[in-house]
């Protein structure tokens, strides 16, 4: 019922920057929590940035606090993340996902509380 798709992944060099979108369909968007996560060949997948039914609460993982910036656009049923200074290290597949809540806050949430899933974005950053 829920679909999610991703895209703007691609290749880029270190200190770069990119912006992944995830538009949404088949549920009432502004009622769902949006995260991202990613995984890297061999490992598992990691929390990334989450961001509040309202757009107005986000949380980042230690990682990427400070170059990544996940907003969100209801009305476009889209969520964004605006990643910059990309390291090696970001490189990974990302994926998005969506949970029903109205919770104010997002940091609390694991990938395990989150019901639906996008197919993922390659991000891969050179050195």
């Known amino acids: 019922q829920v679909q999610l798709v991703e895209s703007g992944g691609g290749l880029v060099q270190a200190g770069g920057s990119l912006r992944l979108s995830c538009a949404s369909s088949?549920?009432?968007?502004?009622?769902?929590?949006m995260g991202w996560f990613r995984q890297a060949p061999g490992t598992e997948r990691e929390f990334v940035s989450a961001i509040n039914w309202l757009g107005d609460s986000t949380y980042y993982a230690d990682s990427v606090k400070g170059r990544f910036t996940i907003s969100r656009d209801n009305a476009k049923n889209t969520v964004y993340l605006q990643m910059n200074s990309l390291k090696s290290e970001d490189t990974a597949v990302y994926y998005c996902?969506?949970?029903?809540?109205?919770?104010?806050?997002?940091?609390?949430?694991?990938?395990?509380?989150?019901?639906?899933w996008g197919q993922g974005t390659q991000v891969t950053v050179s050195s």
């Open positions: 088949g549920h009432t968007f502004t009622n769902y929590a």
């Open positions: 996902a969506a949970v029903r809540t109205t919770a104010q806050a997002v940091g609390h949430f694991s990938e395990f509380d989150y019901d639906y």
